[in-house]
């Protein structure tokens, strides 16, 4: 289906801007749900939040931006997390506004440390 559409992850790991930089790139070796994705489609943006679990994360947007971001399919990206819908989204407003309320509304959230915006 065509349209903008919103993946939430986590990146456990040191440098997570630099696994969010590997899914902007097409040649790489598929191994997370979201790179079957990123095959296919062409990443816009990413927002990297410091601080915030991704459960933190999930159940803001299901939670408080529902109106923004509608579940898309069962299971996908979440297998680990079998409470969690999902982790993909399509977006029913512009990405820039949906990005903008997210950052607005997680910000508000006493736990982040600090966040950024990547382009692709």
């Known amino acids: 289906m065509e349209g903008i559409y919103a993946y939430i992850g986590s990146a456990n790991i040191k440098d997570p801007v630099k696994r969010i930089l590997r899914h902007f790139n097409r040649e790489k070796r598929i191994r997370w749900h979201i790179d079957y994705l990123t095959l296919k489609c ?12 991704e459960d933190e994360l999930y159940d803001t947007i299901t939670k408080n931006l529902a109106k923004h971001f509608t579940p898309y399919i069962a299971g996908f990206g979440s297998s680990d997390k079998p409470h969690h819908y999902t982790h993909l989204f399509i977006l029913r407003t512009s990405s820039d506004d949906a990005l903008k309320r997210v950052v607005t509304t997680i910000k508000q959230r006493k736990t982040v440390l600090n966040w950024s915006i990547i382009s692709g």
């Open 42 to 53: 062409r990443p816009l943006k990413a927002a990297v939040f410091f601080g915030f679990s």
